[in-house]
């Protein structure tokens, strides 16, 4: 395939709008690019609900062992369109940067490893097994396309999988932060502020619920050799109607970005024991929920497919290539819960401007990460 033809694979993803939505769009024209290879690809739509679709694509022998290339449909809002020098749904390149929404994260690498298995169709290359492309809806906002398809067993018989997550190159992540959002509301009851003994001060309870769980939180004192300590942050409490009544309801919600070795399960634990002790007090009506919360990603630097990857990715861009850890989610998370035991690492072309105004990605790294995932898929197969 010619520089021209991918690069225009990746602008045409960019000028799908699909903000928190429309992923239909993303997977409609990704199928379109397999329909000459009907024989050869195997093309499934998983939808999730009107106007979102998850697209499952694979190739190859199903008598060996799979492969999993998987890339998020979905791009974050743009913001304010006058932040941006470059229209974020065109695809517009300057000075070798393609810029544009969805140009880091990831349609990049969505895009790359979709021309790969395009090239690797194309030029009819034998493979010693079979490549998944695993294309999700929703990984902005909580990741439940890939929670869909992995309940639905898409990556039961992964032997391992690669995320195109923006890393750079140069950088392969193999373990990273779980992260749980949760969110405590706090009914009390509404009075004249004048006859405050009346009343239940819900933004009080919430005081009260903020102070133990900060304390408690400083008991998880591990730190990961690579992703450092546990992080817990209140960052929003709302509540009352009113300067002079007393607030009858108010919500805090928090962020904890966990590590392999503090399971989420124990933080629920931990929360939920709190939020039971507390409503055992006189005044106190507190109820916890979470939102799409996500394990934290183990792994080892010198896991097989790390070593791989390192390989081939210093014969492609000619830089050596280092194993780290990702601060932030990503659709392995979900993945991983799958009925296969197999490493994921996050691996793709991008800069540092994701969800940022005039996002880019360089256009070299790109065209290298196209032909790096072909390479690196053919030599996992062929059990290098």
């Known amino acids: 395939m010619e520089n021209t033809e991918k690069i225009g694979i990746l602008q045409k993803l960019i000028q799908i709008k699909s903000v928190n939505g429309n992923e239909a769009a993303v997977a409609r024209y990704i199928a379109s690019l397999f329909e000459p290879y009907q024989q050869a690809a195997k093309v499934v739509f998983v939808p999730y609900s009107p106007g979102r679709d998850n697209l499952v694509v694979t190739i190859g022998d199903a008598n060996g062992k799979q492969l999993g290339l998987s890339g998020h449909e979905d791009?974050?809002?743009?913001?304010?369109?006058?932040?941006?020098?470059?229209?974020?749904?065109?695809?517009?390149?300057?000075?070798?940067n393609l810029y544009g929404r969805g140009a880091s994260d990831m349609k990049s690498g969505l895009a790359a490893i979709v021309i790969a298995m395009l090239e690797?169709?194309?030029?009819k290359t034998p493979l010693k097994g079979s490549i998944r492309?695993?294309?999700?809806?929703?990984?902005?906002?909580?990741?439940y396309?890939?929670?869909?398809?992995?309940?639905a067993g898409y990556a039961d018989n992964l032997a391992g999988l690669i995320i195109a997550e923006p890393t750079g190159l140069d950088k392969i992540a193999y373990t990273a932060r779980g992260v749980i959002d949760y969110h405590v509301d706090s009914i009390g009851k509404s009075?004249?502020?004048?006859?405050?003994?009346?009343?239940?001060?819900?933004?009080?309870?919430?005081?009260?619920?903020?102070?133990?769980?900060?304390?408690?939180?400083?008991?998880?004192?591990?730190?990961?050799?690579?992703?450092?300590?546990?992080?817990?942050?209140?960052?929003?409490i709302s509540g009352g109607e009113q300067i002079n009544t007393i607030p009858g309801q108010a919500r805090l919600s928090a962020n904890v970005r966990t590590i392999p070795a503090y399971p989420n399960q124990m933080i629920y634990d931990i929360l939920?024991?709190?939020?039971?002790r507390l409503n055992d007090r006189p005044g106190f009506q507190?109820?916890?929920?979470?939102?799409?919360?996500?394990?934290?990603?183990p792994g080892r630097p010198d896991a097989p497919l790390v070593k791989l990857a390192q390989k081939i990715g210093h014969r492609v861009i000619g830089n050596r290539v280092?194993?780290?850890?990702?601060?932030?989610a990503s659709d392995a998370s979900e993945f991983l819960q799958a009925k296969a035991r197999f490493s994921a690492i996050v691996y793709g072309p991008g800069t540092n401007t994701s969800h940022e105004a005039d996002e880019y990605v360089e256009v070299e790294q790109f065209l290298q990460a196209t032909e790096l995932y072909r390479k690196l898929a053919l030599a996992f197969l062929a059990g290098e």
Not at 201 to 227: C, G, H, Q, S, W
Not at 291 to 296: G, K, L, Q, T, W
């Open 75 to 96: 791009v974050v809002d743009p913001g304010e369109l006058n932040a941006w020098h470059h229209d974020p749904f065109v695809g517009e390149i300057v000075d070798g």
């Open 120 to 123: 690797i169709l194309a030029d």
């Open 133 to 143: 492309l695993l294309a999700t809806v929703g990984e902005e906002t909580g990741e």
């Open 145 to 151: 396309g890939a929670a869909q398809l992995t309940k």
């Open 191 to 236: 009075v004249h502020s004048a006859q405050s003994n009346k009343g239940i001060n819900a933004i009080d309870n919430l005081i009260v619920f903020y102070n133990e769980i900060t304390e408690i939180m400083k008991r998880f004192d591990k730190m990961d050799p690579v992703l450092g300590g546990l992080l817990h942050n209140v960052d929003l």
């Open 272 to 276: 939920e024991k709190l939020v039971h």
């Open 286 to 297: 507190l109820k916890l929920s979470y939102s799409y919360p996500e394990e934290a990603v």
């Open 322 to 328: 280092i194993p780290v850890g990702a601060g932030g």
